[in-house]
């Protein structure tokens, strides 16, 4: 019996164990892990990416600007211009923690004094970071600024990477 209980605790811990990796795909709902768009207007977009938890904030990142520069290709423009940015964490990244408690009592000419030790551990992975974006896409030479993005050269660099 006692092995039984001790293999179902550790499936259950295995189980708890996994999480949704990062991979550059569509989301397929409105909390899981991927890339979701919503068309404000023809040639503007308002794009956003989930990451799993524990992915960095720089991939989630690059990972939304990707899929910026892959609507801004489909759409036939050149570029793309970030006129908004918003970052949003969600989750804990609690570490251990150790707890101990102690409790006694009585009943007619008897008594009991009991005590308990405890554990957690987090183990969701960390916090899950999403990004959004709003872009304006453009086409022909590419404007001055810091928030324009040459979007084959975004397919071509961050591409490369996933």
Request: with cysteine.
């Amino acid at each position: 019996m006692k092995r039984l209980m001790l293999a179902v605790s550790l499936s259950a811990a295995l189980a708890a164990c996994t999480t949704a990796p990062t991979v550059f795909a569509p989301a397929t709902g409105p909390q899981s892990v991927g890339f979701s768009e919503y068309r404000i207007e023809p040639g503007r977009y308002r794009v956003t990416f989930r990451g799993g938890p524990g992915a960095p904030f720089s991939q989630v990142a690059d990972f939304a600007l990707l899929r910026a520069a892959d609507l801004a290709i489909a759409g036939g423009y050149d570029w793309f211009r970030v006129t908004d940015r918003q970052a949003s964490h969600s989750g804990q990244a609690g570490g251990p923690q150790l707890s101990l408690g102690a409790g006694g009592g009585s009943s007619g000419h008897s008594g009991g004094v009991g005590v308990g030790l405890g554990t957690s551990f987090n183990l969701g992975g960390g916090p899950q970071v999403t990004q959004t974006l709003e872009i304006m896409m453009g086409s022909g030479p590419r404007p001055a600024g810091g928030d324009v993005y040459d979007a084959r050269q975004i397919r071509q660099v961050i591409g490369a990477r996933v």
